[in-house]
């Protein structure tokens, strides 16, 4: 089901759109074109949030995420915030304890160090409330006008507790896709303060540490298949991501997926679809049917995930396709956006 | 003996300059204005290259650096094989072997694609030659006019190999200094390039990595007690650091420290002192007085430090204080710059 809109890379000529950083069909085309030919190893071929490591009987996740939103403050969290959870959570979807995290920051010449303090503040707390330590950072300054205030990229060290394999290899049909709460808040919330928009409650981002309700699972002893955090490009694009590496067919219905009344006036007001709109902290998970009901009742104990609730099925049928049952009870197919619909979210 | 010409970082008001990213006086302010009091760990109060990791009975290092060098290409490399070997050399320095790599790549719109290529597999080539591999990674784009082409932050993992710790706080009076080989060739190599220098002979970067000639000092036995690679600041500002943290006196010889010709004449001609000039593919080993024939005769077996000379001894006098000794006899404090003398020189 190509998207006929999607511009091709080609060999040469070619130039970085923003799109290439959305998380979408043009990312999946900068990585099959430039990176995974160059750096080919079974961690990457993986595709998964971090790479899983072997160090004596240990089994350790690595992952490093880039950060670039914008503004750098935004209702619910900073650019801090979001770089110590974006890289926490990363190591939660693969099953690991969060332990230790790098920062490398990329400083513009000309930022007030009042706003490097919050950002650093916001950075200490976020790493207190989620258990990890920062242990080693760089920092680099660059000419004014050469970047955007703050870069700031992580890495992140855990230990992996999940008993088996956690990744989209391990999607079975019949299982059941639960949601750990209402999406898009993240995305609507940096979004209203760009536009300027005002609401009645400010729509706050849901930015938090998601090692709980990940560990949760596993100490009840779910059998967890698959864990995503629906960063860029929101559910949509998590799913589309899964049925397409695992080729199996996934099915949700519109009307589970939860989505605040506020947030769903927002998207209505400026053309956006939840599905795509990044949320910070919240997760998709694949779980054995059988066990559905006993995953939501430990998710519902945790603050962080108690909206969790079903919102679909893994099939055998349509391998790569995700379907969504609208609210009036047709099907539409749901494809990875070409580019993005919010650039610098995350 | 305070640097007069340094501006202090005041609560307020103060914004950032080109300076704080320079390995000298400027930076080491920003950490410990803002950084440390927020990270406060005994990882990073260890002030080295990298963080030592206790998984199991393994010894891990964990280090992680931003890179935004200008130009992207260079005489003897680019942002790519810089981003790889900057990395690996931390590790090194921590006496540990390299073995996994994350990057994450922030582009600006409007890069062209065959750019990238080249950065990446150069950063393949380098993965390659160092023995590591690139397990994990992640790539935003950022807006034109709100990056410089490509920044790249890598963190990397390496399995501890020293049997002692190695870094500042094993340092001893008593102590010989080797340097690697000769100095300033990085930072003339890029200097050269901005200013559109012509030599007879093109100055190329050193860049390369250095984990073979440190494991060869580790196999024969040497008691390896600090090792640092030269990069910001060059030997110098390497050397400062040591002698402040561990509250030893250094005493080095001008007319030891080897410089290539062509690199000290552009120096002269460009009004740099080498000993502030940043390599990529250099390090100062600290080991005991007895065993530096036996360190020289290990090094000057491996390629990448043939040129290995000792220039300098750790003493119990002048606490915290660099001194070298001029080529015509008399002694000159060897202090931390302010700002830089190159910026964006990695």
Redesign the interface.
Known sequence: MPDLTCPV?TP???????????GGRL?QQ??E???LP??A?P??DARHD??L?H????R?A???????VRPLIFPGGSIGDLAVNGTVNDLAMCGAKP??L?????????????T??QI??S??DA?RAAGV???????????R????GV?I?T?G?G?VEAPATVGPDAVRPGDSIIVSGDIGRHGVAILSVREGLQFDAPIVSDCGPLWEPVAALLAAGIEVHCLRDLTRGGLASALCEIAAKRQVGIRIDDALVPVDEAVRGACEMLGLDPLYVACEGRFVAFVPAAQEQAALTVLSNVPISSGAVPVGTVLPENPGIVLSRSRIGGHRVVDLFSGEQL??IC
Chains 1, 2 share one sequence.
Do not use: C, N
């Open positions: 890379l040469a000529d070619d130039r970085i759109l923003l799109g290439h950083g959305g990312m900068l990585l074109r430039v990176f160059a750096f190893s961690e990457l971090g790479a490591l160090v004596g009987t240990e350790l690595f992952t490093t995420d880039g950060y670039v332990l230790w790098s920062a490398g920051f990329i400083l513009e010449e000309g930022l007030d160090i009042q490097l303090d650093v503040a950075m200490r790493a330590t920062l242990v080693t950072g760089d920092t680099k300054v660059v000419d006008g050469k970047g955007d870069f990229t890495a060290i230990r650039p610098r």
